[in-house]
């Protein structure tokens, strides 16, 4: 696997929210949306066996040059037939790509492993005070990081605005994933973490 070279966004930013819940003995992982590729190697270095699925052929080709290792695969995560479960199941900035929140978060629970962790990160709208109030701290923070570390673009499909909003996909998720763990996030993110039992 070749040396990834060093890039910000405010995807790759919240990568560690990913990593840091991986489990102990975990060995597989799969990669939701995974748009370049960059989540994907990410979780290589911390799991042997990793898959990353996206539905954009295009993006998918430029994530295959990120590295070798990796199963990649050209398909939609609601249909494919995996016929396995990961001990890890993660998304970041895909989920409102969906078009059914409920439908997926039930679909990346199945193929959450038992002891395993479904973890993401993603986009909705603000509706509320507390939301724009993060947005703007979001504001400030992707221009301070930004001049810091240089803005690197994806080359992956954007969805603007997101069909949901925050308190719409925190009410769905803890309707269909019991004890899953909702937070907002600065820039312009939410995470949502689960673990099945």
Do not use: C
């Given at each position: 696997m070749k040396e990834p070279l060093r890039r910000w966004n405010h995807n790759i930013h919240y990568h560690s929210v990913v990593l840091d819940v991986?489990?102990?003995?975990?060995?597989?992982?799969?990669d939701v949306g995974t748009g370049d590729g960059?989540?994907?190697?990410?979780?290589?270095?911390?799991?042997?066996d990793v898959v990353a699925i996206d539905v954009d052929e295009d993006v998918l080709e430029s994530a295959q040059r990120e590295a070798d290792d990796v199963e990649w695969i050209h398909g939609d995560v609601?249909?494919?037939?995996?016929?396995?479960?990961?001990?890890?199941?993660a998304s970041i900035a895909t989920f409102?790509?969906?078009?059914?929140?409920?439908?997926?978060?039930?679909?990346?629970?199945?193929?959450?492993?038992?002891?395993?962790?479904?973890?993401?990160?993603?986009?909705a709208r603000p509706s509320t005070p507390l939301d724009y109030g993060y947005a703007a701290v979001g504001s400030v923070q992707h221009r301070w990081s930004s001049w810091r570390y240089g803005y690197w673009e994806h080359s992956a499909p954007i969805l603007l605005?997101?069909?949901?909003?925050?308190?719409?996909?925190?009410?769905?998720?803890?309707?269909?994933?019991?004890?899953?763990r909702w937070r907002r996030l600065p820039l312009f993110r939410y995470a949502v973490t689960w673990h099945r039992r």
């Amino acid at each position: 696997m070749k040396e990834p070279l060093r890039r910000w966004n405010h995807n790759i930013h919240y990568h560690s929210v990913v990593l840091d819940v991986v489990p102990d003995g975990a060995r597989s992982a799969l990669d939701v949306g995974t748009g370049d590729g960059l989540l994907a190697v990410d979780l290589r270095a911390a799991v042997e066996d990793v898959v990353a699925i996206d539905v954009d052929e295009d993006v998918l080709e430029s994530a295959q040059r990120e590295a070798d290792d990796v199963e990649w695969i050209h398909g939609d995560v609601m249909d494919y037939p995996f016929a396995r479960t990961f001990d890890v199941v993660a998304s970041i900035a895909t989920f409102h790509h969906l078009p059914d929140p409920r439908a997926a978060f039930g679909r990346l629970a199945e193929l959450t492993a038992p002891g395993g962790v479904l973890v993401i990160v993603g986009l909705a709208r603000p509706s509320t005070p507390l939301d724009y109030g993060y947005a703007a701290v979001g504001s400030v923070q992707h221009r301070w990081s930004s001049w810091r570390y240089g803005y690197w673009e994806h080359s992956a499909p954007i969805l603007l605005p997101p069909p949901q909003t925050y308190s719409q996909v925190a009410e769905t998720a803890r309707e269909v994933l019991p004890g899953a763990r909702w937070r907002r996030l600065p820039l312009f993110r939410y995470a949502v973490t689960w673990h099945r039992r």
